[in-house]
């Protein structure tokens, strides 16, 4: 396993190095930390699936982005921060919300708007939250979550914190005076701040060299002075390893970093999306990289999975996700009166 070092932004990632076979299983901590990384991407798959089927029936309504193909950056880079850390989000945000350990009922409740989702049924699919373990929120306004993430960075240092705050955006966001200004003032005040750029190389229907006249990423965010370079994304060992080497520099008071992961959404930008701007050749040459099957296939060669424990993790996940599905519609939607709740502070809020 190797990562890419922090210089300057490479071509397209390398495909993984082939692993030598062994004949019997192995089981290790090493194998049980890598089935965990299978299952999680496995739930987010799984997940986003789903929800396809219940937007098609209408069951779920809005806005959905869907995160099929970028598993892997989210895992990978949860696996690397701790319960304390904070993590701001994007509106494609399902499967950073279910690698930071929100649960499934939580998250689908949330996307049928009842009162039982993570944000009381009142943010949907783009808004997803959990203050409890530090999820600050998907964020529909493209870089929108950039200068909250910089001001919780600020706000976890002057208390006197050791925690990383991670803020995930797409390559879209490098069109956005927000970036500029969160990666000049970070860098200047060296927050710990992770900037992780989920680069799919399109920003809504807008290919990536057509709205960036320097497409090397890593390099723009390494002048203003912080660490940068770039991941292949599609490889969640990789991606993990990564975050870990960035957020050690972090606590070790270096400053922010940036990782650029090189990733790719399967699916069009959202449910709305007729995808006629992508060849279907360029979508199947990134699905033959499909980081589910990459991490699968190399466990197998090495020994350390069988077909049958696929098919129990596979199964333990569709459990729980019809599970999260029958309680979601079985959950109350939110009373009209509740209505002008929480839009304004409470006299008990305002004192406290």
Known sequence: MSVARPTRTRK???????????????????????????????????????????????????????????????VGVNGALTAGDAVVSTYREHGHALARGITSDAVMAEMYGRTTGCSGGRGGSMHLFDASRRFYGGNAIVAGGLPLAAGLALADRMRGRTDVTCCFFGDGAFAEGEFHETANL????????????????????????????QTDLAMRAASYGMVAWSVDGMDVEVVEEAARRAVEGIRAGTGPHFLELRTYRFRAHSMYDPDRYRDKSEIEQWRSRDPIRLLRDRMRENGELRDKDVEAIEQRITTEIDHAVEAAERAPEEPVENLLHHVTSSSAEAVS
């Open 12 to 74: 397209d990632p390398a495909q993984p190095k082939p692993r030598r076979k062994t004949a019997k299983t192995k089981r290790s901590a090493s194998t049980g930390h890598r089935t965990d990384l299978l299952e999680s991407m496995l739930r987010i798959r799984h997940f986003e699936e789903r929800c396809v089927e219940l937007y098609s029936a209408a069951k779920i309504r809005g806005f959905v982005h869907l995160y099929i193909g970028e598993e892997a950056v989210a």
């Open 186 to 213: 970070a860098a200047l005040w060296k927050l710990p701040l992770l900037l992780v750029c989920e680069n799919n190389r399109y920003a809504m229907g807008t290919a990536l060299e057509r709205h960036e006249a």
